[in-house]
């Protein structure tokens, strides 16, 4: 059963004092431990930069096999499960030579476009893959200065990425 916990206003709540000295107790606590302890909350970014969790969702890439062929094969899936609507593919034919799983006709991506500005980095895509091709990286340093280079196409999502960048 849920315990319902009611707060009992005080006569000095309606001129907002005790919240008031609630807040600056923390903000004084803060100040001395920067100033005088060396504990500051803060970093100096971007010369140093956060550890972040290895389940991080940022920018996104295609793998590739070792002949540098992207593992996609344009099934649309990613596409169809982006809550954000924000993938656009375009399939054609892979030529035999470029094949990687050795069967004919088999499909590529002839482009493969993501919107980063619309994408809420959910993973969804990286989940209903069915060739573990796209991925979401650890790299979350995505400013640009214009829109159109927010948009991840073919060349871009293929770039080299170690680990989980
Ligand atoms: S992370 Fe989510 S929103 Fe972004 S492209 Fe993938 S499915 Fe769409
Ligand atoms: S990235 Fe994966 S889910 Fe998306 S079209 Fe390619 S193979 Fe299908």
């Known amino acids: 059963m849920t315990k319902i916990v009611t707060y009992k206003e005080g006569r000095l709540d309606k001129y907002y004092i005790p919240a008031l000295l609630i807040g600056l107790k923390v903000t004084l606590k803060q100040f001395y431990k920067t100033l005088f302890l060396g504990q500051s909350t803060t970093i100096n970014y971007p010369e140093e930069k956060r550890e972040y969790s290895q389940r991080f969702r940022g920018e996104h890439f295609i793998s590739v096999d070792p002949a540098k062929t992207e593992n996609c094969t344009a099934c649309y899936l990613c596409q169809t499960v982006c809550p954000a609507d924000c993938i656009t593919i375009v399939a054609g034919e892979r030529p035999p030579e470029e094949n990687p799983y050795g069967v004919k006709k088999e499909k590529r991506p002839v482009s493969f476009d993501i919107d980063a500005l ?48």
């Open 118 to 165: 619309r994408c809420c980095f959910c993973g969804f895509c990286e989940e209903a893959c069915p060739k573990d091709a796209i991925k979401l990286s650890r790299n979350y340093e995505l400013a640009t200065l214009n829109r159109e280079t927010a948009v991840y196409d073919l060349d871009h999502l293929k770039r080299e990425v170690k680990g989980r960048g």
